[in-house]
């Protein structure tokens, strides 16, 4: 457990009355976890950041609109949900109707330069999550990685319940199979 | 798969109600199959939970400039849109100001009063005959009091005239006897003295 002397809740309120420290504390308490949630999006560490940068600008603009300071969370992840399927849309060529696919996300082990994610199984989680719808994807990483619940997934992505959970059960028995022979090679 | 109508995916990820959660353990712990499933689920996000998360390349903070911070007004507006009870509150007020001014303003009700456009146009008319009399009231009680006014002080001349010329005559005729008066002592003076030496003449003839 996680003992907080200043809640998230008063940083929030402070922040609106103009004060940019508060503020600075609140990013720094979920800047990894949107940077992250960003970077298994769109696959590519410069664009997670500069998202990030625009989610954290746009939520300190509207911070004033937020009714209720306790769902800060699902609320700055819609404004990452919407940044991130902005982008999709500026790179898409005109007239394409295809699944969009995270850019370098079997080159996230070479990015830079650098072995990001060296094992093998992360190689592979990594190869079947590229298997997975965007919208599969994205509620895979907001459920498992992020732990957000059903109710507020949806509200994340502006979907119905029903519509997250079929996302979600339906990739992962997409995963299932694909790390079974990763799992029988006792990787894991 | 799993037997139905048990949702193995949603117990798995802590997402059943507590009586669902409790009967679906007590189901898995009963069937070999739901088991199994239960497991590879398990294997499954373990193996995603394999997959770290990064650090962020570069840590992010604002600085506390101007151009990044709205204006009191534009806080202040935001607040009012974005706080539904806040709204809401200000509706009421201006609904409430609204009724407080329009019970102060509206005209009395009469009963039987006839529609608010006839009433009106009566009051209008009603109102245009009053003030004409009223102004041919004033004018007429103004002429007769000047014209009063002006025949006394005519009168008043025509008095002050006529002792002045009374006065007038009466020292003229003062005078006149005066003059008389001095003429007939003259005469009389003259008829003495010609009496006199008429007398005297008269004597010295004889």
């Known amino acids: ?16 009355r103009g004060d940019v420290e508060a503020y600075n504390l609140l990013i720094s308490r979920w800047e990894r976890r949107v940077y992250n949630y960003l970077l298994r999006i769109v696959g590519n560490r410069e664009d997670a950041l500069d998202l990030s940068q625009d989610v954290f600008l746009k939520a300190y603009q509207n911070l ?11 609320w700055l992840y819609r404004i990452a949900h919407n940044e991130a399927y902005s982008l999709f849309r500026k790179r898409r060529p005109e007239g394409e109707t295809e699944e969009l696919q995270p850019e370098t996300l079997e080159g996230a082990a070479t990015v830079g330069g650098n072995a990001v994610f060296p094992v093998e199984l992360t190689l592979a989680v990594s190869t079947a999550l590229r298997k997975l719808t965007s919208d599969q994807r994205e509620t895979v990483v907001l459920k498992i990685y992020q732990g957000f619940k059903f109710e507020e997934i949806a509200e994340i992505v502006a979907a119905p319940v029903s519509t997250v959970k079929s996302r979600l059960y339906t990739a992962l028995e997409l995963l299932k199979n694909e790390l079974a022979p990763v799992k029988a090679r006792g990787v894991s | 798969m799993s037997c139905s109508p048990f949702d193995l995916k949603g117990y798995c990820f802590k997402e059943l109600g507590e009586s669902e959660r409790r009967l679906t353990e007590v189901h898995v712990r009963t069937c070999a199959r739901c088991r199994e499933e239960l497991d590879r689920l398990r294997g499954v996000e373990a193996a995603l939970l394999a997959l770290p998360d990064e650090e962020i390349p570069q840590r992010i903070g604002f600085v506390s400039d101007p151009v990044f911070q709205p204006s009191a007004l534009r806080r202040g507006w935001e607040a009012l849109w974005g706080s539904a009870a806040r709204l809401g509150f200000a509706s009421a007020a201006m609904l409430s100001a609204a009724l407080v001014v329009y019970s102060i303003t509206r005209p009395v009700p009469q009963a039987n009063a006839p ?24 004018v007429a009680k103004a002429v007769t009091e000047s014209e009063a006014r002006q025949a006394r002080q005519t009168q008043a001349l025509l008095a002050a005239s006529d002792r002045r010329h009374a006065l007038e005559t009466q020292a003229m005729m003062v005078r006149v006897q005066e003059y008389l008066d001095v003429e007939k002592k003259h005469l009389d003076t003259l008829r003495v003295m010609a009496s006199n030496e008429y007398g005297g003449a008269n004597g010295e003839a004889r």
């Open chain 2, 115 to 138: 529609a608010p456009a006839i009433v009106r146009a009566a009051l209008e008319k009603d109102f245009a005959r009053r003030l004409n009399d009223a102004v041919a009231n004033a």
């Open chain 1, 1 to 16: 457990m996680i003992f907080r002397a200043v809640e998230d809740a008063d940083l929030i309120r402070k922040a609106r």
């Open chain 1, 64 to 74: 004033r609109k937020l009714d209720d300071p306790a769902r800060f969370a699902p």
